[in-house]
């Protein structure tokens, strides 16, 4: 397969924050309002390139889907435990991405209509097709975080009145037609000369095609997996499609990586401290060790160490999932940037407790696909013997084992490559003995019961995306909840969390719609969206 510049085991966007001049684009403007407002009076020239650059630097995440995380889906999805209940409001963090989204839909609109305008139309295939890829993307992570949304009407405000109250959409017609434009770049993405091609403004993966492809039947692939216990119909034929074309390698990933792009920081650190109440969970920690010692005699995972780190002690004591009035206080303030330009050891907790690099270090990717994704929901087919994939333990096992090695494999490299680390630095990457010995515990060995391996290859893809919550998310919700948990009581702190709310301004600006898309006005988190069985 081709490759550019970047090496692939590292892939980074360049992304320029272009908003001046030529490129001058709708999406730069700080003042955007309401999604089905007017903006008619807003609206500058733009340019295919300016406008496609701009798709691409949408994709970094906002403020909100960090704080989403922190505040209720880590405690939902056990991929940690929270001690005192967050003091936001969840309406609070439901518009920035929300909003994001229809900025980016109209930009797209304007696309195709830049394009059909075009006389070089005919050779601008390829461009319409990339921006398929990257809507498609944004369309399906939307969807999974609020469930219907509007879509076939949406993004149409900036172009007439008749766009300003959208129709609600089904989730399942959303992820159906955006997988089937993953589908029509997968196959019209071409490498003929005579296609114009976007230059340096193709920031992702600068004209690289075959890197296109990948990434749209990568995508494919996942999203034809999160919903084939609602639609096998239509889901089992992307997937076999999708494993017969190019995807992403086990050592290979997709992402927004400060390394590659200059300028980009990823500050996840104020997410971590002020209402943000989270320790190791107690889920978290039985699927990592094998005991309770708090010597950490018992820690089989290696990752262990990179994303947590033990208490004030110097002990492994996680916050258990369930506290109750034996549960000592939680003290500390362990996730400061002083600990780490300072005294390492202050403000350590009782419990243990993230890794303060783990949150302070502003160079972890921002994960778009990944390999490892890729390997383990091969594991899960092939344990499965489903989409016209043959049961076949041995190849699960294969799949599954390399899933675990490079989740394993990316974490020390890179906090071994990072600036900031320094106490409890790992080595560049674990030794085979390590790895071995690993792979080989009794809590890890693939088992020879399909339906056990089938909860290992569940627990080890969650483990593996700690650093992705909404991915973790999405497994758990279309699981029908088969990833590592303990009973939750109705006096949890966060309950049956399924999907975002809808922003406050859709209740008071598209009020009949989401009144229909909302259960009668529910709009509840409670509720739950189409993929889940």
């Known amino acids: 397969m081709k490759t550019n510049n970047i090496k692939r085991t590292n892939r980074g966007i360049f992304i320029l924050f272009l908003c001046v001049g030529l490129l001058s684009i709708t999406s730069c403007e700080k003042d955007f309002g309401d999604i089905n407002d007017n903006y008619e009076a807003k609206l500058y020239d733009a340019t295919v390139p300016g406008l496609f650059n701009d798709l691409i630097a949408k994709t970094v995440k906002t403020g909100a889907h960090h704080r989403i995380p922190v505040s209720w889906l880590y405690q939902w999805s056990q991929l940690a435990g929270m001690y005192a209940a967050s003091g936001y409001r969840l309406d609070d963090f439901t518009t920035a991405p929300w909003e994001g989204y229809y900025r980016s839909l109209a930009n797209v609109q304007d696309i195709e209509n830049l394009i059909a305008e075009n006389p070089l139309a005919a050779n601008m295939t390829n461009i319409s097709q990339m921006t398929k890829v990257i809507m498609a993307y944004r369309t399906l992570t939307t969807t999974l975080m609020y469930g219907d949304m509007p879509y076939s009407e949406a993004g149409k405000g900036f172009f007439g009145p008749e766009g300003f109250r959208p129709v609600y959409d089904s989730q399942q017609s959303i992820m159906e037609s955006a997988i089937d434009d993953l589908t029509s770049a997968v196959n019209n993405l071409s490498t003929s000369t005579s296609q114009v091609s976007l230059g340096s403004f193709d920031t992702l993966f600068g004209n690289d095609i075959d890197m296109w492809i990948t990434f749209a039947n990568s995508l494919r692939l996942r999203y034809a997996m999160a919903m084939r216990e609602k639609n096998a119909s239509f889901a089992d034929p992307i997937i076999t499609d999708a494993l017969s074309k ?84 939680v003290t500390g303030n362990p996730n400061v940037a002083a600990r780490v330009t300072g005294d390492w050891t202050a403000g350590r907790s009782n419990f243990s407790s993230f890794n303060v690099y783990f949150t302070e270090d502003t160079t972890i990717p921002q994960f778009l696909i990944t390999g490892t994704q890729i390997s383990f929901i091969k594991a899960e087919l092939y344990n499965r013997g489903i989409a016209g994939v043959t049961a076949n333990p041995t190849m699960a096992e294969t799949f599954y084992n390399e899933g675990i090695t490079e989740s394993v494999k990316f974490w020390y490299k890179h906090a071994n490559g990072s600036a900031i680390w320094t106490v409890n630095k790992p080595a560049a990457e674990p030794t085979t003995l390590e790895l071995d010995a690993m792979l080989t515990d009794p809590n890890v060995a693939y088992s020879a019961t399909p339906a056990t391996a089938l909860s290992q290859i569940y627990k080890q893809s969650w483990i593996s995306l700690l650093h992705q919550p909404f991915e973790a998310w999405t497994l758990q919700r279309r699981t029908n909840n088969a990833t590592p948990n303990v009973s939750l009581p109705e006096t949890s702190l966060v309950t049956n969390f399924n999907r975002v709310t809808y922003p406050p301004s859709e209740r008071e600006t598209n009020r009949v719609n989401w009144q229909t898309a909302s259960r009668n006005g529910s709009d509840a988190e409670t509720d739950p969206i189409w993929i889940q069985p």
């Open 246 to 329: 190019p995807l992403l390698a086990a050592d290979e990933y997709i992402s927004l990586d400060p390394a590659s792009i200059s300028g980009l920081s990823l500050d996840r650190a104020g997410m971590y401290r002020g209402n943000s109440y989270m320790r190791m969970g107690s889920t978290m920690w039985n699927a990592m060790s094998s005991s309770d010692d708090v010597d950490g005699s018992g820690i089989y995972d290696l990752r262990c160490k990179i994303f947590f780190e033990a208490n004030a002690s110097d002990e492994w004591v996680p916050y258990p999932q369930v506290s109750d009035l034996t549960t000592p206080i």
